[in-house]
């Protein structure tokens, strides 16, 4: 396998909307910082994030979501110019199909509508491309009309299925957009650290 843009030990620094911002992987020792981002989440975003209701992060759940191999499950978070976490976004490889990863996104909600959404969704879309997935799948709230705009943003839309509440989008992702991606990205995240 080539090497991977984005790394279990990814970290950049970049400029968005006038404001310093870092990216990199979550490691073991953020699990406070999860904790304390699903704190600075309203209900409205914690429903559309879990799609349901949650008021915190079992241990179990904290193990998991911070203990990767950054191949078939990988995950990225902000932080902003105060290195307070602010966004995450994961993929997790399917066991029943190599080619294809769920992907989600969460965003603090001071933090929405800056178009950080956009910039994660192509992060995670490419960082799913380069391991060799070519599909990815999202579960939402029907009521979540901004990420639904987002899911077809990034990819060809394959299949929208509606399951009561929520609504299923299965995404292509193909060669020349992720090549396109992969630039953007490239001068967006020139300052790259690999952890020591």
């Known amino acids: 396998m080539d090497q991977l843009f984005f790394t279990k030990t990814f970290y950049s620094t970049f400029q968005w909307r006038d404001s310093t911002y870092y990216l990199g992987a979550i490691l073991p020792d953020y699990q406070k910082d999860l904790l304390e981002g699903i704190n600075h989440l309203s209900p409205h975003s914690i429903r559309n994030r879990f799609l349901g209701g949650k008021k915190t992060l079992t241990e179990k759940e904290l193990h998991y979501l911070t203990h990767f191999d950054g191949i078939n499950h990988f995950a990225l978070g902000v932080r902003n110019s105060e290195q307070r976490g602010i966004a995450v976004t994961r993929m997790v490889r399917s066991n029943d199909n190599a080619n294809l990863a769920e992907i989600a996104i969460t965003i603090?909600?001071?933090?929405?509508?800056?178009?950080?959404?956009?910039?994660?969704?192509?992060?995670?879309?490419?960082?799913?491309?380069e391991r060799g997935i070519n599909e990815l799948i999202i579960h939402l709230l029907q009521q979540n009309e901004g990420m639904q705009k987002l899911a077809r943003k990034v990819?060809?839309?394959?299949?929208?299925?509606?399951?009561?509440?929520?609504?299923?989008y299965m995404i292509k992702l193909e060669e020349t957009e992720m090549n396109k991606i992969k630039s953007e990205l490239e001068e967006l995240f020139i300052e790259i650290k690999k952890a020591q």
């Open 108 to 129: 603090n909600d001071e933090y929405q509508n800056l178009g950080l959404g956009t910039l994660l969704f192509k992060v995670i879309a490419y960082a799913a491309y």
């Open 155 to 168: 990819g060809r839309l394959i299949s929208k299925i509606f399951h009561g509440e929520t609504v299923t």
